[in-house]
């Protein structure tokens, strides 16, 4: 859905975003994530049309950005962190607005405002004034003027700033939908448990480079499934790793007398066999849990192994041996 190559755009005295590229997949949900100044809101607006980087390409569903900015805007919705509606319209009129920006025809309005009104649960309040409306029913009335228009792309700066948890929830399902009825969306948040509801992807920023894009599955596929799994023993056993070892669909990643963190690959139905095999082998499992990485957590590690990175290039000279000086 976005192809970004090379991508480097510089504000007065400073590089805001330095040799982008990356490739999002269409029908994903991105967390956009970062520290403030890494760049997320540039990126944005560089996809959205509304920058126009020092050099680089993008290009959204096979249309050039920065060649064809009115086309990639039909098919393409914008949240921005500080969104704007019109106080004395209704909200019906304010779709209106949208969808005729967007060039959508005067005959499809009244459904598409009906339908917007809908999915965001603000039908009952189509005749309503924005100046009326509580914050979260704003920000949804500001959501569907970005989708009026069924984009197939939607990107979403802050969506959930200032909202409370109930309204936060609500949005988390709006977005879930959205990606399941084929829209591919990125999600640029601080609030990172709420974006670990319903990304498929974690693009993480720093200094205005990519720390990682990946797939949030743990590499899993329909065919293969792979998870990380803990397992704890109620009791010291100085064979635990060579037991594991023995099993060919395990990976150990850490082990001592007591646990292990490994990874398997198999449906439900092999992982009930190996728990079966493992405790027939003679080892006393107390615990035998799924080990998902959250949002958060792959986020701390993206920046751990930057700044080591970052250390080892900075820092003392690397001996002969190859190993850190650290």
């Known amino acids: 859905m976005i192809k970004i190559s090379g991508l480097t755009f510089d504000y007065p005295g400073h590089r805001a975003l330095h040799q982008v590229s990356l490739h999002v997949e269409a029908g994903s949900v991105t967390a956009l994530v970062g520290s403030n100044g890494a760049g997320k809101t540039t990126l944005m607006r560089c996809i959205a049309g509304l920058e126009t980087p020092l ?20 098919i393409m919705g914008y949240l921005s962190d500080f969104y704007g509606l019109y106080q004395e319209l209704t909200v019906a009129r304010c779709f209106e607005y ?9 005959p499809a309005m009244p459904q598409a405002i009906q339908t917007t009104a809908r999915q965001l649960g603000l039908t009952e309040r189509l005749q309503q004034t924005c100046d009326k409306l509580s914050r979260g029913l704003r920000q949804r009335v500001a959501i569907g003027q ?16 200032g909202l409370d948890p109930e309204a ?12 399941a009825q084929g829209m591919t969306l990125l999600v640029s948040s601080h609030i990172l448990a709420e974006l670990d509801e319903y990304s498929s992807h974690m693009l993480a920023l720093r200094d205005g480079k990519v720390l990682e894009y990946r797939a949030l599955d743990h590499g899993s596929t329909a065919l293969a499934p792979r998870k990380s799994l803990r397992i704890t023993l109620a009791q010291a056993n100085p064979g635990l790793q060579a037991q594991l070892a023995a099993e060919p669909a395990l990976q150990i990643s850490a082990s001592d007398e007591r646990s292990a963190d490994v990874v398997f690959s198999g449906d439900e139905h092999a992982q009930a066999a190996l728990l079966a095999r493992l405790i027939g082998g003679g080892l006393a499992i107390s615990s035998f849990t799924d080990q998902k990485e959250n949002l958060q957590q792959s986020y701390l590690r993206s920046v751990a192994s930057y700044e080591n990175g970052q250390s080892g290039q900075n820092g003392q000279h690397t001996p002969s041996n190859g190993r850190s000086a650290s």
């Open 146 to 161: 970005a989708i009026i228009h069924a984009p197939k792309l939607l990107l979403l700066d802050e969506p959930a700033s």
């Open 55 to 74: 050099s680089g390409s993008i290009s959204v569903a096979g249309l050039d950005v920065l060649e064809q900015p009115r086309e990639v805007h039909r």
């Open 168 to 179: 936060r929830a609500s949005l988390a399902g709006l977005f879930r939908q959205l990606q």
């Open 98 to 106: 949208a969808a005729a920006a967007q060039g959508l025809p005067a």
